[in-house]
């Protein structure tokens, strides 16, 4: 019988008020069914958020150090299970082993970088303009946030959300992605284990329009934190702004490599094969569109085409997969009809393009790892963020060239070059437009303590990882002291 899960509001694992449910699919094999969960509906979220917003004046109130405990033991839980997580991750998403135990180490990562929070969160001091004056900036918790995560890294991204907001001294209502309840489940519980008070973070699981939009709405959640695409972050945006909610938004991306004539050509189509093709292409920092050099993009389209080629598709939990499948059926249907476009477009398919059926990869949403070639920067293809296995490679006359087309997108959120000559390298890092630029480096891979985030439709100005992502989940309060003893007036008692 299938396991059935639940939602966990005001300290209690209760079903969606509803009644109704949904199930959790394995990706590689949909005959295999990890659960059944609460469609819970906007009286769920109301629920939630009544919960953690009681719970707020007291969590506010534990010693900055002390929560940041909480998520230090969340760690140690961490990397006690990850093979085990990593494996159930796997068989929820999809993605290979060896990226699902990155996925973990991800969160391990961002958990403990942010846990030293819990000792710094620092604010400033600065002189005041009168004598017998102090005057210093804190940081203070918002109140209610609401983090809605997706299911491509389906613990990492949810600890990027929720550990600078549980550290500030927030409470949280969590809802993961559809396709990965079954690992917000196992966040919430170790978060619990660890120590969290019950009511600090409640989890509601469903869908966007069932249970996140409700979320979005609420006029007593302070914060929302999405990572998703960005029609629906615009949605969310919109929402938002009704509510004069703070909204912090992670999304698309087509991120560029440039591969220019003096490059390592073993290493870029190295880099491409794991940025186009790791996590099935299904990154938002995923290498979709690579911009060659015209000298070098024969060879480097015929190098890329034997590598390709010689990935193997297959369940994420077998040593001998290279490429997983897509999340769902209707991702699948999404690539494969980019595919046809592409075509339609006149691109040149040098392989895949096609849905995967072969011995066991008939029962998943599997796609041939695909490249088309002689892909110009108006057609669809190199335009639109497709988030599948499937790598443009568009020629280009010059360095020039490479960075006008690779900022003509409406996304910036990864980039990446290869290039022996410094000179080029340093004027990519200047010119190319994205929140991220590698040099020699694929564009996947970034690290927590660094800021993530990107520009143009990838985001809203905020940045998650590095120190920056305190700024989302902190509001800034400046304090004057004055110790004088009698009125003082700023700018007015001047000598
Ligand atoms: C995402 O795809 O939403 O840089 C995040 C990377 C990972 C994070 C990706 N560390 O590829």
């Known amino acids: 019988m299938t396991e059935r ?112 929070e819990g000792r710094r969160l620092w604010g400033e001091t600065t002189p005041s303009e009168l004598p017998d004056k102090f005057a210093m900036t804190l940081r203070v918790p918002l109140g209610v946030v609401g983090v809605i995560a997706p299911w491509n890294f389906p613990l990492a991204i949810p600890t990027w959300k929720l550990a600078p907001a549980l550290v500030a001294g927030n409470t949280a209502v969590f809802k993961p992605a559809e396709d990965t309840p079954l690992m917000g489940v196992r966040l919430v519980e170790i978060l619990l284990e660890a120590g969290l008070p019950p009511g600090v973070v409640n989890l509601v699981h469903g869908f966007g329009e069932e249970a996140g939009a409700p979320l979005v ?69 995923a290498s979709s569109r690579i911009l060659v050099h015209k000298k070098v993009v024969k060879e480097f389209a015929d190098r890329l085409l034997t590598k390709a080629q010689g990935l193997r598709l297959g369940d994420g939990l077998s040593p001998s997969t290279d490429v997983g499948p897509v999340i769902n059926e209707t991702q699948l249907k999404r690539i ?78 990864s980039s990446a070059i290869y290039t022996r000559d410094i000179n080029k390298a340093f004027r990519a890092i200047e ?20 800021p993530f985030g990107g520009i143009r439709q990838t985001g809203n100005g905020h940045r998650e990882g590095g120190r920056q992502v305190m700024d989302i989940f902190t509001e800034w309060k400046t304090v004057y002291i004055d110790y004088s003893g009698k009125l003082q007036r700023a700018q007015i008692d001047v000598s």
Not at 227 to 239: C, H, N, Y
Not at 260 to 282: H, K, N, P, R
Not at 438 to 446: D, H, K
């Open 336 to 413: 494969h009809g980019y595919s046809k476009i592409g075509l339609k477009e006149g691109a040149k398919l040098l392989c895949g393009g096609e849905i995967y059926r072969e011995g066991e990869c008939k029962k998943g949403f599997f796609y041939s790892p695909t490249v088309f070639a002689d892909v110009t920067p108006k057609m669809r293809i190199s335009k639109e963020e497709i988030f599948g296995p499937t790598v443009a490679v568009l020629p280009v006359a010059s360095l020039d060239e490479a960075i006008e087309v690779a900022n003509a997108s409406r996304y910036g959120l």
């Open 217 to 285: 709405r609420h006029p007593d959640v302070a914060l929302i934190s999405f990572t998703g695409s960005s029609e629906v972050g615009r949605e969310v945006a919109i929402a938002c702004a009704a509510e004069h909610k703070r909204v912090s938004l992670e999304m698309g991306g087509k991120n560029p490599i440039l591969v220019m004539e003096d490059a390592d050509l073993d290493l870029a189509v190295d880099g491409t094969i794991w940025g186009g093709f790791g996590t099935s292409g299904q990154r938002c920092t």
């Open 431 to 450: 010119m190319l437009g994205a929140g991220i630029t590698y040099v020699n480096a694929s564009t996947i891979g970034a690290e927590v303590h660094l």
């Open 5 to 116: 899960f639940q939602n966990f509001i005001d300290g209690k694992w209760v079903d969606a008020a509803n009644g109704t449910t949904f199930d959790d699919i394995n990706p590689a094999n949909k005959t295999d069914i990890l659960g059944s969960f609460p469609r819970s509906d906007h009286r769920d979220v109301d629920r939630a958020v009544e919960a953690v917003k009681a719970h707020f004046p007291k969590w506010r109130r534990v010693p900055a150090p002390r929560r940041a405990e909480i998520l230090f033991r969340t760690g140690e839980i961490l990397v006690r299970r990850k093979e085990e997580l990593a494996q159930l991750m796997t068989r929820e998403m999809g993605k290979v082993l060896k990226e699902s135990r990155g996925d973990v180490q991800e969160a391990i990562d961002m958990i403990y970088y942010i846990a030293g």
